[in-house]
T-cell receptor, first 113, second 114 residues
Framework: DGGITQSPKYLFRKEGQNVTLSCEQNLNHDAMYWYRQDPGQGLRLIYYSQIVNDFQKGDIAEGYSVSREKKESFPLTVTSAQKNPTAFYLC????????????FGQGTRLTVV | AQTVTQSQPEMSVQEAETVTLSCTYDTSESNYYLFWYKQPPSRQMILVIRQEAYKQQNATENRFSVNFQKAAKSFSLKISDSQLGDTAMYFCAFMGGSARQLTFGSGTQLTVLP
């Protein structure tokens, strides 16, 4: 079945450690996005990528990094520079085309302990 | 940069009644797309409806319809015959520009009461 998969579903990190969230899609989509969701703040864009080997910062990129070495994969690294990383993270992908909808993964809940 | 504003953090409606969720946006783009997404308690994001800005006709999908006012930069969602399964967080989203950045509002938590 085609879809977008995020792993793990729950992730715990000690302060000062980097952690990488996985996002894989087999929909042959060109564009991929990472969002952070906090209560009362909706979805805020961290990074997005329109094609392989290219990505742009979103509204809250500080403390995060990404790579797009393959079309199917868009991992997000939460670095120790991110001061408040506890949140729900959503990955999405879209096909080429102006009006295509974004498909979302089921999210990763990251907790700093 | 575009912004999306949802001014109703929470709303409730009786089952079988109609409810309207508000959304406004700000952009300098002339060609763009608008979406409503639903996030139930499972937290899975589901597309409800989409609207192309160049189309004057309002989009409809079964019990869901929009009121798109381009000049006012307003994009409200109407849910008719509300059902308990409509209980969810609803997000308005904007996509435009060459970068195709997808921007979301802060969401409206809708509760359908039995």
């Amino acid at each position: 079945d085609g879809g977008i998969t995020q792993s793990p579903k729950y992730l715990f990190r000690k302060e000062g450690q980097n952690v990488t969230l996985s996002c894989e899609q087999n929909l042959n989509h060109d564009a991929m996005y990472w969002y952070r969701q906090d209560p009362g703040q909706g979805l805020r864009l961290i990074y997005y990528s329109q094609i392989v080997n290219d990505f742009q910062k979103g509204d809250i990129a500080e403390g995060y990094s990404v790579s797009r070495e393959k079309k199917e994969s868009f991992p997000l690294t939460v670095t120790s520079a991110q001061k408040n990383p506890t949140a729900f993270y959503l990955c999405a992908s879209r096909a080429r085309g102006a009006n295509t909808e974004a498909f979302f993964g089921q999210g990763t809940r990251l907790t700093v302990v | 940069a575009q912004t999306v504003t949802q001014s109703q953090p929470e709303m409730s409606v009786q089952e079988a009644e109609t409810v309207t969720l508000s959304c406004t946006y700000d952009t300098s783009e002339s060609n763009y797309y608008l979406f409503w997404y639903k996030q139930p308690p499972s937290r899975q994001m589901i597309l409800v409806i989409r609207q192309e800005a160049y189309k004057q006709q309002n989009a409809t999908e079964n019990r869901f319809s929009v009121n798109f006012q381009k000049a006012a930069k307003s994009f409200s969602l109407k849910i008719s015959d509300s059902q308990l399964g409509d209980t969810a967080m609803y997000f308005c989203a904007f996509m435009g520009g060459s970068a195709r950045q997808l921007t979301f509002g802060s969401g409206t938590q809708l509760t359908v009461l039995p």
